[in-house]
């Protein structure tokens, strides 16, 4: 918003920035897009990203190599979610951008685009744009109603932790001696590791089934115990690592249905990101479609003028949808491929390497701001139609 010209007020909830969460993918199609915006940033990224060339792709049991595919087709750059992080803040600072911090929003007003805050203060903008993730208060306002998570059926223990603690261990040291990202893919569930600030950090993800009651959460903590079961049957060398973990997180994956709206009824506050169209972490594409959703509205914003807000925000949408799905849907894709491989063959078969690969790759070749641009004349003319006649065609 602020490279397309825009004045931006950010307001943020918490108080300060923790390093929290692990591993993050940021893909080519975010790359393109944040190295426009702040030059350099795309340098620094990756500077602090993992730089294995490939991922392998194993058995669960044994380790087998089953299929091997370069990173950046699979996920991109890999790093930890609070390291990004703290690249974009700083690329945030440097352009003078003011966030307020410890800003709690407590209600969005559609009519005349505004924003209240806990501490009773009232903003007032040409559009209110929502990016406050899975847990949004603002999707309620655009939806009408709270649209509740509904459990995925899987969950995912999680930790990360240092490196050293690995790397006397005959057994283990191989995981962060060199960057590397491995998955062992087993009978509906499967295990992610990777290094993280080359190998002083070591990252393990293990997705399973779950039907336990839906709390979400990225904090919640995860029971060791129930983890050293689940990994009495996967390969003993990344088996062992795990075993040495003293804690982790247990994060249930919940799922949303797509939505049919992500504007208000005046049209004037937008959602952005987790609040709109979060991702499996299957799909590695979350952080990603959400900055190609930044793009896209700001364009359509470019476009249509500070006087046409409406216009903007449902070209914005129509833009945006297809697209996302196709991310979104791309993570379903391969967790039901990598949950169902073994089913297929016995014993000692091999698996076609290319059933078993990540098909991302798909998604990176894209410009946001761009295709925005091109499709501009077809989409307001449409849009504008709809407008006239107040006959929006939901997305879905
Ligand atoms: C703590 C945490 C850990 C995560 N860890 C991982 C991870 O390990 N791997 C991974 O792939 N993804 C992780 N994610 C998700 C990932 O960050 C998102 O998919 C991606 O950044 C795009 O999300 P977003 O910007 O839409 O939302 P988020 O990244 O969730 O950001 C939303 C922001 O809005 C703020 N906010 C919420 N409500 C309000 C309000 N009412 N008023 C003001 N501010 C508000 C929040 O504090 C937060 O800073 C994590 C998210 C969080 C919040």
């Not at 945030?92 to 209600?107: C, L, R, W």
Request: overall charge negative; some cysteine.
């Amino acid at each position: 918003m602020h490279h397309a010209g825009f004045e931006v007020v950010v307001f943020e909830k918490v108080r300060q920035f923790q390093r929290l969460g692990d591993s993050l993918g940021l893909g080519e199609n975010a790359f393109l897009l944040l190295d426009r915006w702040s030059p350099f940033l795309r340098d620094r990224l990756i500077e602090i990203g993992n730089k294995s060339e490939f991922m392998q792709i194993r058995r669960w049991h044994d380790g087998k190599l089953l299929a091997q595919q370069p990173l950046m087709d699979m996920a991109g750059y890999i790093g930890h979610r609070g390291d990004y992080h703290t690249g974009f803040l700083q690329a945030v600072a440097e352009k003078g951008i003011p966030v307020h911090m410890g800003t709690e929003v407590i209600d969005y007003d559609d009519s005349t685009p505004s924003v209240t805050l806990k501490n009773g203060e009232r903003h007032f903008a040409d559009i209110v744009i929502a990016v406050d993730g899975i847990k949004s208060r603002a999707r309620e306002l655009v939806l009408g109603f709270d649209d509740k998570p509904k459990s995925s059926g899987y969950a995912c223990f999680r930790a990360f932790f240092d490196g050293n603690k690995l790397k006397g261990d005959p057994v283990t040291a191989e995981f962060v001696e060199n960057e590397c990202v491995n998955i062992w893919i087993g009978k509906d569930m499967h295990c992610v590791q990777n290094t993280l600030r080359g190998g002083d950090e070591f990252n393990w993800i293990i997705t399973h089934k779950d039907s336990a009651d839906i709390k979400e959460s990225w904090s919640q903590p995860g029971d060791m115990e129930e983890v050293r079961r689940l990994v009495t049957t996967l390969d003993p060398r990344i088996a062992r690592a795990i075993r040495k973990t003293d804690e982790c997180l247990d994060w249930k994956i919940c799922y949303r249905d797509p939505i049919p709206t992500w504007v208000s009824k005046n049209h004037k506050v937008a959602l952005i990101g987790d609040c709109c169209h979060p991702h499996l972490p299957t799909s590695a594409q979350g952080a990603s479609q959400a900055t190609e959703s930044a793009a896209v509205l700001a364009q359509c914003l470019l476009l249509a003028g500070k006087d046409n807000v409406p216009l903007a925000t449902r070209v914005y949408e129509k833009i945006r949808f297809p697209r996302v799905r196709r991310a979104q849907t791309n993570g379903e894709d391969l967790r039901d491929r990598w949950h169902s491989a073994l089913d297929k063959v016995n014993e000692g078969e091999e698996i076609d390497p290319s059933s078993l690969l990540i098909r991302n790759a798909v998604l990176y070749d894209y410009d946001a701001e761009a295709d925005t641009r091109k499709r501009w004349p077809e989409m307001s003319a449409l849009v504008s139609e709809e407008l006239r006649t107040g006959n929006i065609t939901p997305l879905c």
